[in-house]
């Protein structure tokens, strides 16, 4: 491509980012304001302008599965893999490989069983779950903290750590030594590794930094102390470097990563120049008007794209209630011009995936889900079936052991590690119970046969499938139809989630989620939902309220955006009791709550699992005539539809 035409398409500082001249560069915008964009743009440009050597370029980014979007772009700007596109430690263990291979150097053994060879380290810490100890780990080296320092940096950083602090910085010293001593390398090691020998040697240094001239960084608000020193090593003192992110998508504080390097990063660049980018190019101004809800705020990016559908919310009775109502609303939206890889379904956890891709396959639907295998391939799940799996085993009694294991004991208290772990194990245990009701003669290699069926057989030739992913695994990516599912109480958050910044990045990644909606949201939770046998009752997320009320408010017919002074208002009113009275009057909010208490009463459950007040008063304002005007309002999913339309709709025709 030539270089005027890569700069079609961008607007007035979209173009600046592209074709200045001036470094380093830092574009600091907000979700589907073309950050991306402009980044492989910049890139495209600047070859085809001559002024870099495609060879000489390194973009980088966090993830494997965002390195594959990257270089997906820059092909599609015409680019082959002359440029390199890459993780971190993708990029780090190419140059070491080399560096080895020419000083003829045994390479390292990696460390892949990270979470035994630690357990086997903490034979005296007993009742304590190594994963949450390798957390700990990570955490300590993505910070650049080594075991004499951990006491007092895991304390300034308010951690939890699994162990006593003391013991923790003990344990972090000898998992180095045991390391060392059996030559064995893990992922954060090779980081290390690749600065020591830049740090070491000069003219190492010199070569590496000649070989990647021209650096980029897409989505730097994740970026860790341990990445940013490898950058700095990788950079020199080039000047040429091109980092964008969004404060508002830190999402792995948890792991590590420090927002604040991107937030001092001008302040620490004397010659920096900070571009910032207004307009949204991704989303309605509905989808926005969510956005803005999600992070409490009224300011945000300007809106580009057409009005679109008002999201909407729904409640189903319980999770394969919820499933299915999502198979029914993607089939549904599924046409001609709108294939199946339009849509996405997200979640927070791993293991709400398999519920959804067993409902979607089952449907027909082909699905997918990115950027990993979900639940089954997590380590606990894979060795699990393994042991599942094996000729000769009883599949009932190892299940019943299963089952017995996930359910735990009762009021035990439980780590963040193994809650996760538990649902991923519940999500194999649902899956080994289905197989069950299938195989008259059931066997393990039966099993395994079972599930290999299941696994992405349904994706068909042309990789049309829709598309399931967690918020983590959805960030930079966009599709035309997002559904939010799970949207609730201990998911959104997610329950280990205690403390202000834990919260608050909680409210990101809700963020991050709704952000990758184009043109349609619809956001769901279940009012029961199955943890391996164990079935929980569910609240909605609190987040929900002040969604629902930017729902209302586009519903209202308002302009969007200005949701803020109209949830505000909607507070006071609600504090006022004249409000209440007036709705205390209405005859058929009266009507309906004495129709919901004689209904809960002979189905014997409690009033709320019929319908809650919110509910009752968005039916009782909007009066509706049919079934099609009752299924448009929030908290009437198709389920419950199906159970009450009728006699809803005579209770109000009576009352009115
Ligand atoms: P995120 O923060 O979610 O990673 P981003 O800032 O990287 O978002 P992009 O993915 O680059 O945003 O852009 C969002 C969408 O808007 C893309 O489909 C992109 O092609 C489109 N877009 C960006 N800039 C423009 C523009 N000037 N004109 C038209 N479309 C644009
Ligand atoms: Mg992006």
């Known amino acids: 491509m030539d270089a005027e035409s890569l700069l079609a398409g961008l607007n007035e500082p979209q173009r600046t980012a592209v074709t200045s001249t ?19 743009r910049r890139i495209a440009y600047r070859i085809a302008s001559d002024q870099t050597d495609p060879r000489r370029v390194l ?14 772009r820059l092909r599609s700007l015409g680019l082959r893999d002359d440029v390199v596109a890459g993780t971190f430690h ?9 560096r080895w291979n020419e000083r003829g150097i045994e390479p390292p053994q990696i460390l892949d069983r ?11 810490s ?70 020591r020998d830049i740090r070491a040697d000069p003219d190492y240094a010199a070569a590496v930094r000649w070989r990647h001239r021209h650096l980029y960084v897409d989505e730097f608000q994740d970026v860790n102390p341990l990445q940013f020193e490898l950058l700095s090593a990788w950079r020199g003192n080039t000047p040429d470097l091109f980092v964008v992110g969004d404060p508002n998508q830190a999402i792995y504080g948890w792991n590590g990563a420090d927002p604040g390097l ?51 919310i729904r409640s189903f009775p319980d999770d394969a209630a919820e499933a299915a109502g999502i198979v029914d609303a993607i089939r549904h939206a599924h046409s001609v011009t709108r294939q199946w890889r339009h849509q996405a379904v997200l979640v927070r956890t791993n293991a709400q995936l398999a519920v959804l891709e067993q409902a979607l396959s089952g449907a027909g639907i082909p699905a997918k889900v990115k950027g990993g295998a979900g639940p089954l391939g997590t380590p606990e799940v894979k060795t699990e079936l393994r042991a599942l799996t094996q000729p000769g085993r009883d599949l009932q009694i190892m299940l019943a052991q299963l089952d ?18 538990r649902s991923n194990l519940g999500a194999l245990s649902r899956l080994v119970h289905e197989y069950l009701s299938v195989d008259p003669e059931p066997t393990g290699p039966g099993l395994n046969a079972w599930i290999g069926t299941l696994k992405g057989g349904e994706v068909s030739a042309d990789g049309d499938a829709v598309e399931l ?40 990644l809700l963020y991050v989620a709704i952000t990758r909606a184009e043109q349609e949201l619809h956001l769901t939770w279940a009012a029961e939902r199955t943890f391996g046998n164990k079935t929980v009752r569910r609240q909605p997320s609190p987040y929900l309220g002040d969604l629902q009320s930017a729902i209302d408010h586009l519903r209202a017919g308002r302009r969007p955006m200005d949701w803020k002074a109209q949830v505000d208002q909607g507070r006071k009113a609600l504090r006022r009791p004249k409000a209440i009275e007036a709705e205390m009057d209405d005859p058929i909010f009266i009507a309906l709550r004495a129709w919901r208490r004689s209904r809960a009463k002979a189905a014997d459950v409690p009033a709320y699992v019929i319908f809650n007040d919110s509910t009752l008063r968005a039916v009782a304002a909007a009066k509706p005539k049919n079934r099609a005007q009752l299924g448009r309002l929030p908290g009437i999913g198709p389920v419950k539809l199906e159970r009450y339309a009728e006699e809803l709709l005579d209770v109000i025709s009576e009352a009115s």
């Open 59 to 72: 973009a980088l980014t966090f993830t494997r599965k965002a390195a594959g979007e990257l270089r997906d």
């Open 404 to 421: 017995e294991a996930i359910e735990g004991d009762e009021g035990e208290q439980l780590t963040q590690a193994e809650i996760e772990r």
């Open 114 to 124: 990270k979470v035994s060879f630690v357990a086997r380290l903490m034979s005296s």
């Open 262 to 312: 991107l937030a001092r990063f001008a302040s620490r660049e004397p010659g920096a120049t900070v571009i910032d980018l207004r307009d949204n190019y991704r989303s309605s101004p509905q989808i926005l008007t969510l956005a803005r809800a999600a992070l409490g705020t009224s300011k945000g990016l300007e809106p580009h794209r057409g009005d679109g559908p008002v999201p909407d």
């Open 469 to 508: 992913a967690t918020f983590h695994g959805a960030k930079g990516l966009e599709w035309p139809i997002v559904h939010i599912a799970g949207v609730e109480q201990g998911l959104v958050p997610i329950g280990y989630a205690k403390t202000g910044g834990q919260l608050e990045e909680e409210k990101r």
């Open 126 to 195: 007993r009742g304590v779950d190594p994963l949450d100890v390798v957390s700990e780990l990570e955490w300590a080296r993505a910070r650049l903290v080594d075991g004499s320092t951990y006491a007092e940096a895991a304390k300034a950083a308010g951690r939890t750590p699994p162990i006593e602090p003391a013991a923790m910085g003990d344990l972090m010293e000898r998992f180095a030594q045991e390391k060392r001593r059996r030559r064995l390398v893990d992922f954060d090691d090779l980081l290390a590794l690749a600065i």
């Open 90 to 98: 993708g990029i780090a263990l190419t140059q070491l490989r080399q």
């Open 22 to 40: 001036d470094g380093p560069l830092v574009v600091l915008a907000g979700a589907g304001s073309g950050k991306t964009r402009v980044l492989t």
